[in-house]
């Protein structure tokens, strides 16, 4: 790094610590990756090696594969790697979900991959990491984005399949395979007795396992491939990836009542989507008062924005006499249309994670649908 330099820039392939010489999330296979979590845009498949934090192991070896080359680090732990100090910090995301700070001659970044402030169940709870430069998300910066209390989400979730119990339908939540699917069975088994069982698509299936490998502690599923042919799929939840919308996968479950989890449902709701009954409005990603006071809380001199209404945050801050910009990357946070940002892209293999579905095409989601 010449001075003058940024500690951290971005390339054609991802932020880049010329320093340390790795990368903080690349969307292109570099040497090495420090991963803060393992949607597919933030950890792409085919690096040389991975640093991510210990609770983050099982869903990244589920995305990148049984070959990778894997590196750990319990959050607050900190790596020297080629005189730069690199320490992971909870984001509050999904499982295992960092900040990654990166600390080189005094000077101090915070990149803060996704993130959200609300507990989840399911993984640790964000910690605001003090540093100069905060390279924060903005996936919701606007104002009109407030979460209602999750818990009166997962009320309306168990009450929607209630009635549709009563109605003979089976309820379908479309949710990210990865993240958001387990934080919804982890709210509904935290509300006390389930209505029924509880179904999954493979993909979900899958992340499903990891979490539990991972020592979450997650309610009974069943993958429903494995469903025996008399299920009454009436009484049951079944939970899939936002890509089985409008596919033959979701025949066999007859007269069927369709919900989407997403934060896009604040404000778009079922209408957009015609073929979706309900929306239920979960986000993995900070709203617009929080977004403000994890900014605030690192105390940073300087924010940077990447992906989401980047220059409306950094114009509001500037307003307000921060000291604010833009940062170019390929991350999308959370999408508002059928695609995920969390598919896998590896080659299929014969120990690969997702083979034990083959059966059941949807569950290998194609490189295409590996939006950057
Ligand atoms: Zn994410």
Redesign the pocket.
Known sequence: MTSGEPLLQTTDVGLYCSAGDFHVDPWRPVPRAIVT?A?A??ACWGCGRYLTSFEGRTVLRARVGEAAEIQTLPYGESQDINGVRVSLHPAG??LGSSQVRVEYRGEVWVVSG?YKTEPDLTCAPFEPVRGHTFISESTFGLPIYRWQPQSEVFDEILGWWRSNQEAGKASLVMAYAL?KSQRVLAGLAAKGELPGPIYTHGAVEVITRAYREAGVDLPPTTYAGQAEKKTDWSRALIIAPPSVQGTPWLRKFGPISTGFASGWMRIRGPRRRKAVDRGFVLS?HVDWPSLLAAIDATGAERVLLTHGYTSIVARWLQERGRDAGVIATRYT?ERDDASE?EAPAPPASADGPTLAFQDEPEAQVSTDEATA
């Open positions: 979590h949607h845009d933030h995301h999904i996704d993240g993995d946070g940002p």
